[in-house]
Nanobody, 121 residues
Framework: QVQLVESGGGLVQAGGSLRLSCAAS????????MGWYRQDPGKQRELVAQ???????TYADSVKGRFTISRDNAKNTIYLQMNSLKPEDTAVYYC???????????????WGQGTQVTVSS
């Protein structure tokens, strides 16, 4: 029942910026950790950035200093501000949340559908 919907992807030139959003909807008691992952065809999906419910963040070395993850708990939404984009950032970006549907249910991983980010040189 829970859905994560990403938006904000697109085509930009190297050095440009994009801001991705991921909004969770449905029956949700709470969401613990949320993160952004990316994947190119034929490659492994990799963690880009993660943020816990307490606000602790983790970044891949390749994006440190350029990307910033944030969350709005009231809106069940996370964001990824991407600056100084490089062609190697080109990938499908996926949102993942550790979702707790009720106070008594186990939390589980929920994935969004992905949004394409393409950076031209």
């Amino acid at each position: 029942q829970v859905q994560l919907v990403e938006s904000g992807g697109g085509l930009v030139q190297a050095g440009g910026s994009l801001r991705l959003s991921c909004a969770a909807s449905g029956r949700i008691f709470g969401i613990n950790a949320m993160g952004w992952y990316r994947q190119d065809p034929g490659k492994q999906r990799e963690l880009v950035a993660q943020i816990t419910s307490g606000g602790s963040t983790t970044y891949a070395d390749s994006v440190k200093g350029r990307f910033t993850i944030s969350r709005d708990n009231a809106k069940n939404t996370i964001y990824l501000q991407m600056n100084s984009l490089k062609p190697e950032d080109t990938a499908v970006y996926y949102c993942k949340g550790v979702v707790r549907p009720t106070s008594y249910a186990y939390a589980y991983d929920q994935w969004g559908q992905g949004t394409q980010v393409t950076v031209s040189s």
